[in-house]
């Protein structure tokens, strides 16, 4: 069946298996790999990307719940010349290591600081609950949203 | 397979007739699962994220409707949550919040497993499943509504529109044993309201929704006869030794918090 998704404002479209996952659309049809699968159950928050504006797991929406919808990835919130602000605190504050679950992390913490710009260490563990991270212990994550928010990244 | 994706709730009961081997998918937070991990394989998918009518809450009666289509993310913060406290409890406890953005009541009703968050605080309060067809709308209480582990009484034409319950008016609260505090299926679970009537159910203790009740004056026996009706098994999350502990101690705290 053919999708039409608006990825990172931009029109798409994409055949897919009437079962397939908004992720598996996003990563091997319309050219977003950014997203990253790793539980296809929701465990792992690697996938995490905003629906309409709203925090979801890409691998828990099936493709044609996405048509007529938008999209946002990890590819829409920066570009390599100018990181979000998100990012640049990911990057200053170590907050990478082997780097598969930044884009979801990343995501996550972007759409905390769109709600909440000046989050407690209470509401960030609560908004990063989805996102698993098995390298960095997640102190440096949590430095990293902080400095974000100290930017005023969710202005 | 097909998707089919109606547009309107008259349409989507018109396709839930005509494609009874449709399996609906509203959040997929638990469909998504089983195709991703090829454990379903439905004939067809009928996506009800179109149908706004599912989506809707509202007054009615002396109590409340609650569309099928409402998120745990929409119950656990904002009006409802301050008429339905142990509802609201309940959402917050689920999965993680990608997961309660999704996620619906309907779907939880849906999967009816002995896990599902919001069954135990339904139970309480006495709540009902609003299932409709083209053949009209039926009422059924969630204790009913649930047949077993994983079933429920929905006929083959028939989508769960609604959930239809009243503000307790009395102090009610939810608690939840898992690992840790996120992404957690309930090792066990417990909903308990503290009126005239002290109101109690389990999560994750039997196959079936057990409502248990006692005068506020049996307070002090009221754990042993929580636990003592609960039919708990030995699984991966847990033994049923453990379980059968585990909710005399939630409800003594329930009560506790009521109570206090």
């Known amino acids: 069946m053919r999708i039409n998704v608006r990825v990172n404002g931009v029109p798409s479209e994409a055949d897919c298996w009437e079962g397939e996952s908004l992720l598996f659309a996003l990563r091997e049809k319309l050219g977003f790999p950014g997203s990253k699968n790793a539980c296809e159950q929701g465990e792992c928050g690697s996938c995490s990307v905003l629906l309409d504006g709203v925090l979801v797991c890409a691998c828990l929406v099936l493709a044609a719940q996405a048509d007529g919808h938008d999209v946002t990835t990890i590819e829409g919130l920066g570009t390599e010349e100018e990181l979000h602000p998100v990012q640049a605190a990911f990057v200053e504050t170590g907050a990478v290591q082997c780097g598969f679950c930044t884009p979801g992390l990343v995501v996550a913490a972007a759409d905390l600081l769109e709600r909440v710009s000046d989050p407690s260490d209470d509401e960030i563990r609560e908004a990063l609950s989805g996102n698993l991270c098995r390298c960095t212990g997640y102190v440096k994550i949590f430095e990293a949203v902080r400095l974000a928010a100290s930017r005023g990244a969710g202005a | ?260």
């Open chain 2, 1 to 260: 397979m097909d998707v089919l994706t109606p547009r309107s709730l008259s349409e989507a009961l018109a396709l839930r007739e005509a494609h009874p081997e449709a399996l609906p998918i509203q959040g997929g937070t638990d469909v998504m699962v089983g195709l991703n991990f090829d454990r379903a394989h439905p004939a067809a998918l009928l996506n009800l994220n179109e149908v706004v009518e599912l989506r809707e809450w509202a007054p009615s009666g002396d109590g409340y409707r609650i569309g099928a289509g409402v998120t745990y993310a929409e119950m656990m913060s904002g009006p409802l949550a301050a008429e339905f406290p142990a509802l609201a409890e309940a959402s917050r406890t689920v999965g993680s919040p990608q997961i309660r953005n999704r996620g619906t009541i309907g779907g939880n009703l849906a999967t009816a497993s002995p896990a599902g968050d919001s069954i135990p605080p339904l139970v309480v309060a006495g709540a009902e499943v609003e299932c409709t067809s083209v053949r009209g709308a039926r009422r059924i209480p969630v204790a009913d509504f649930v047949t077993g582990v994983k079933r429920n009484a929905l006929a083959a034409d028939e989508l769960i529109t609604a959930i239809h319950l009243r503000p307790s008016g009395v102090a009610e609260t939810f608690l939840k044993v898992g690992p840790r505090n996120a992404m957690v299926i309930a090792v066990c679970s417990l909903a308990v309201s503290a009126g005239d009537e002290l109101r109690a159910a389990f999560g994750s203790a039997s196959p079936r929704p057990v409502l248990v009740t006692a005068p506020r004056g049996e307070a002090a026996t009221f754990p042993a006869q929580v636990a003592a009706a609960a039919s708990p098994i030995d699984d991966v999350r847990g033994t049923a030794t453990y379980r059968r502990h585990a909710i005399e101690v939630l409800t003594r705290r329930a009560l506790e918090r009521c109570l206090a």
